[in-house]
């Protein structure tokens, strides 16, 4: 099913987008005056290796053609579809190869942006949305690692003792609010209150440095991620100098 | 988790120059321990962070055990411990005082 | 069956992640960065009553292979599993930007090594480590932008599962041995939550011929085959050089065309054997019971080249 509702918030300048092979959807869409690319996945599906595929060709194809154009992604998956047979094909190496053909698309000059408007989770969330420049929550949003029962399960806590904990930080409970504090989303959106077009198109104008990954410093700023982004940068000045390694022992 | 300090005093100070040490890996039934040559010449401070609970008793034989051994002065020595038991404790803290007696 | 002079050899996959630094570099190069030393430390397990580790399971640094300067990060996989978490993960993004940024300056690095032991993302910081694997990815990818290649070495306990199954297809080379795992999700967690009919988890052949170092190789999810010792993969990383493909829209269209391909030739398959059948090989059924010998002679004949990744 396409996200009729979505998509014209989105793109009420008209579009042609429609559904494809295996919950992909594609197309492109005005906004902001200018043409953008748009590629989706539908109906909260499970990431195998075929739909992974079909959106790695399409967005390398959108890259071949050198002309910027922006790419936005509209993701309803779940988590990696998780069978023996995905895993015997090397499920990992088709999620990894959709990540890395969104990376490129964005140091290839195409900003890249997804809306998240369902489920996203796990690798599926690594290899679609997080792979992206920036990452807009919309309503019926929910990215989450993993849900609290099996964290439960693994942690061998009872789930109302992790429901408490989860009260008390943002670190591991899955939503949108949680996650937006440790910086994987950078706005939240409502839908209906009709500002959405013109926020995507302002998104879209603004293209400064976008491939300077960010969301730690972001986490930091939300309080969601209070070392990560400091560890990260100790590290990098560490690292020069500890270049001279005749000094070594 | 259970923490606790134990202070003490060794008869001389460990020798070797290295600054510090860290020996063994925080999986079940192990623990790490973390050497550093700070303080007083003699004393020897030992920290201890465990799983197990109401051990305290054991941790001090073990201690006085290691420090009647190797005579560790000067030594800090913090330990993560995830249930290990008591001769592979005295064992990880041998090794470590024999790396910080190393020469470089 | 096991030749005396590889079981006299240390294991790769029964060391500890300092042990295999200090076999893969030059004896006494390794210089780590933000070591056990400096206590930089998971805020978060004190939550759950878990005792931290003074590195977080994530040890970084530099060295030298043959006299080349490398940077080099290894997952403890007996900590935690080896998992992806807030300062564990920072500490990894932290070395890999660096790299990035030193490329063509005196600082510079010819190679990243990552020794990669992992279950994936550490449930108890979730978000963080979510957030540390893309943040990883992205930097992964941005090294390789800068020239410089990435190379992940796969055979310890805990494997590379969960996200540590992308960041590992995002390396510019990877090099298993035997007891190496890759997959996302686990047996464990698919039998969880399919079933044991989907996937036996205590069958531990068909686990290993569906995740492991063998299948892998041959199918193209990993490049170089070794032997479990350290012996083997240092000698593995010597030869590792710039050759290794570059980050560019032409590597991704091989790739896409690799990955198509295998979908259609394999996508109806069950078992790893029915797979060799098509892909002609001589032993299909007796992969796993070959010796390490005639495994890696079957790799030289059969030219198994993977290079587009």
Redesign the interface.
């Known amino acids: 099913m396409m996200p009729d509702n979505l998509i014209s918030a989105l793109f009420p300048h008209g579009h042609t987008l429609s559904a494809g092979a295996e919950n992909t959807l594609s197309g492109q869409a005005r906004s902001g005056g200018r043409d953008v690319e748009v590629l989706g996945i539908t109906n909260s599906t499970p990431l195998g ?2 739909t992974a ?1 079909i959106l ?2 399409h967005v ?1 194809k959108i ?2 053609s050198d002309n910027k154009t922006p790419i936005i992604f509209l993701i309803d998956t779940a ?2 579809r ?4 995905d ?11 959709l ?3 969104i ?2 698309a964005g ?2 000059g195409h900003r890249t942006i997804s809306v998240l408007y369902g489920t996203a989770a ?2 599926a ?3 679609t949305a ?2 992206t420049q920036t990452m807009i929550a919309v309503d019926g949003a929910h990215p ?3 849900d609290l029962a ?2 439960a ?3 061998k ?1 009872p789930l109302d003792v992790l429901t408490e ?1 989860a009260k ?6 899955p939503g949108v609010e ?2 937006a ?4 989303v950078s706005e939240i959106w409502k839908l209906s209150d009709g500002l959405c077009a013109e926020r995507l198109s302002r998104l879209l104008a603004d293209n400064q440095s976008m ?1 300077n ?1 960010n ?2 410093v972001l ?1 930091a700023g939300r309080g ?13 000045k ?3 100098q ?2 001279d ?1 005749k000094k ?2 | 988790m259970e923490k606790f300090t134990i202070y003490t005093q060794a008869k001389s100070s460990l020798g070797g120059k290295r600054s510090d040490t860290l020996t063994g890996v925080v999986a079940s039934g192990n623990l790490e321990i973390l050497f550093e040559r700070k303080g007083e010449p003699l004393a020897v401070i030992v920290e201890v962070m465990t799983a197990s609970h109401g051990y305290q008793h054991v941790w001090e034989a073990v201690i006085k055990d290691f420090v009647a051994r190797v005579s560790p002065g000067g030594m800090y020595i913090s330990i993560h411990d995830n249930g290990a038991r008591p001769d592979t404790v005295l064992l990880r803290l041998m090794q470590g005082a024999r790396l910080m007696e190393a020469r470089s | 069956m096991i030749p005396e002079n590889v079981m006299n050899q240390p294991s790769w996959y029964e060391s500890s992640a300092r042990a295999r630094i200090e076999g893969l570099l030059d004896a006494g190069s390794f210089k780590e960065i933000l070591g056990p030393q400096d206590h930089v430390m998971s805020p978060h397990l004190a939550l759950f009553d878990l005792p931290p580790a003074f590195d977080d399971g994530m040890i970084i640094g530099r060295g030298l292979i043959d006299g080349r300067p490398v940077a080099i990060a290894a997952q403890e996989g007996q900590f935690m599993g080896g998992t992806f978490a807030e300062v564990s993960g920072a500490k990894l993004v932290g070395l890999l930007r660096a790299v990035a940024r030193n490329a063509g300056t005196p600082q510079e690095v010819s190679t990243v090594f990552l020794l990669l032991d992992t279950g994936g993302v550490r449930l108890q910081e979730a978000n963080a480590g979510e957030m540390a694997v893309s943040e990883t990815i992205h930097a992964i990818l941005d090294v390789r932008h800068a020239g410089v290649p990435v190379v992940a070495l796969i055979g310890g306990r805990a494997g590379a599962f969960g996200g540590g199954g992308l960041v590992t297809a995002c390396c510019s080379h990877i090099i298993i041995s035997e007891q190496g795992r890759i997959s996302v999700s686990g047996p464990e967690v698919i039998e969880t939550n399919k079933g044991v009919e989907e996937f036996d988890s205590r069958d531990r052949a068909l686990v290993w011929r569906v995740t492991g170092g063998r299948s892998r190789v041959l199918l193209g999810g990993a490049d170089s085959y070794v032997k479990g010792d350290i012996g083997s993969f240092r000698k593995a990383a010597e030869v590792i050089n710039n050759n290794a493909p570059p980050l560019s829209l032409e590597t991704l269209e091989r790739e896409q065309g690799r990955l198509e391909h295998r979908l259609k030739a394999y996508g109806n398959c069950h078992d790893t054997p029915e797979i060799w059948v098509i892909a002609g090989l001589s032993t299909p059924a007796g992969i796993a019971d070959l010796t390490e010998d005639d495994f890696i002679d079957l790799l030289v004949k059969e030219g198994v080249r993977h290079d587009a990744r």
């Open positions: 290796p075929e595929i790695a060709g390398l890259v071949k988590s990696q998780m069978t023996r047979r895993e015997m094909l090397g499920l990992n190496e088709y999620l990894a190869h990540a890395k053909s990376i490129l140091m290839a796990a690798g969330f690594i290899a997080l792979s989450s690692v993993m099996s964290i399960r693994v942690t806590l904990k008390k930080t943002p670190v591991f409970a949680p996650l504090a440790t910086g994987a491939n990954d969301r730690d986490g969601g991620r209070t070392m990560a982004a400091d560890v990260a940068q100790r590290v990098e560490a690292f020069v500890a270049s390694l070594a022992g």
